[in-house]
């Protein structure tokens, strides 16, 4: 019987320890936290969205921007449909809804975090309070794993599993960088993923709060497109938020050193031409308004006085003074609203962290150190990270169930 440290009782800590304990191993779950996963208790809005109804391994895999060859094994041990199998027998129904992004039946993470907690204990393994703060080795090897109060807890091997930087708050705070750091392995720049993003145009605190449903976006770096998706967005004090805008963050990779923008189509359902003569129809209606008071039908009340004033149309003028090539500027721009990002949200505020742990310093096939023979990773403290819809839950419970099985 191996005597096992699993560090961290997020996602990743909490799975692992549970299958390492049914493989009849001694396991100790060390948690900073009062309770674990608080981080998966805030996912997806409180619902937590635990996987992605994604099938095919290499479409799978597409889902991954950062370092994807190296979760082929771990996918192909465990894959999404595994972990909502896993989820049915632990008696948490699940549903799949747009984007094939697999929620709780219940909508409630907390329903994800008690079956897991369940799992956890009920196959076993311990589970203590405390910040796990240096590794006392022998050699190549880790002998025991001591707390910050000078506790030591001798371990055969040992899984951090300790999530990256962002949401401080739920216990991320990037202690496992440091217990890497500490036997050798070297951390890849950290940065935010998943994340709000800034932006530098004058009209932006005018739009603070501003939610808009069913708009597409394109987002371009240096004038091309890298990313495009449809959806919800918002926009707050410092840019913009919501879904789309955390998935188009995942592209970016050269803040600073390009160019980046995104184009809102604020009206996808209709095309230039179609567009136009809906405007030409309102206009009719409202032919003696003023053009402040002509828009109140085709957009929100927040956004009128912002294109009034990028259309470069007078507020007072009249609709039906307004030219043909006014109207078409007018249609141009409800079609490609241009906001400039010039950085992003702070890494506490991502969802994921990018950036982590070296891949090339771990085993693809097991989760083992490369440089300390008992010592493994899984989930977020890895550099790895996939888009937003589940993924980064799924590598958190891919490479756990590797780690598991292997040590």
Do not use: W
């Amino acid at each position: 019987m191996a005597k096992i440290v699993v560090i961290g009782a997020g996602a990743a800590g909490l799975l692992c320890a549970a299958k390492s304990a049914l493989k009849g191993n001694d396991v100790t779950v060390i948690e900073k936290m009062e309770r674990p996963a608080r981080k998966l208790m805030i996912t997806g809005k409180g619902r937590c969205n635990v996987t992605n109804a994604t099938f095919e391994l290499e479409e799978l895999i597409s889902y991954v921007p950062t370092n994807p060859r190296f979760l082929y094994s771990a996918f192909s041990n465990f894959m999404t449909y595994d972990t909502m199998a896993l989820f049915e027998e632990l008696g948490v129904p699940l549903k799949i809804e747009r984007g094939n992004r697999v929620f709780p039946e219940s909508d409630k993470a907390v329903d994800i975090v008690d079956a897991l907690v369940n799992y956890c204990k009920s196959s076993g393994a311990q589970m203590i309070r405390g910040t796990a703060r240096a590794f006392e080795c022998d050699g190549n090897k880790i002998t025991s794993v001591i707390l910050e109060d000078k506790i030591k807890i001798p371990c055969d091997k040992v899984a951090v599993c300790t999530g990256g930087k962002s949401y401080p708050l739920t216990g991320s705070t990037g202690d496992g960088y440091a217990l890497a750091k500490s036997v050798g392995h070297t951390v890849t720049e950290i940065k935010p993923s998943l994340v709000p993003l800034v932006c530098s145009n004058h009209f932006i605190p005018k739009l603070q709060g501003l939610s808009l449903k069913n708009i597409s976006i394109s987002l371009l770096e240096n004038e091309k497109e890298i990313y495009s998706d449809f959806g919800e967005m918002l926009f707050t004090h410092y840019g913009l938020s919501g879904p789309v805008i955390l998935s188009a963050s995942s592209h970016i990779r050269n803040m600073g050193k390009k160019q980046y923008k995104v184009i809102i189509d604020l009206k996808p359902a209709l095309d230039e031409q179609a567009l136009d003569k809906r405007i030409q129809r309102d206009f009719t209606e409202l032919s003696n308004k003023d053009f402040i008071n002509s828009l109140n039908k085709l957009l929100p009340k927040k956004l009128i006085p912002v294109i009034v004033l990028l259309s470069g149309i007078s507020p007072s003028t009249k609709v039906n003074q307004i030219t043909k090539e006014e109207r078409h500027k007018l249609v141009y721009l409800i079609k490609n609203f241009e906001v400039n990002i010039s950085g992003f949200r702070p890494v506490e505020e991502a969802i994921v962290t990018s950036g982590g742990i070296n891949v090339k310093e771990i085993d693809p096939r097991t989760m083992k150190s490369k440089i300390i023979d008992n010592l493994y990773f899984a989930g977020e403290v890895i550099d790895v990270d996939a888009y937003t819809g589940g993924f980064n839950l799924q590598i958190a419970f891919s490479t756990a169930v590797l780690c598991a099985e292997n040590m």
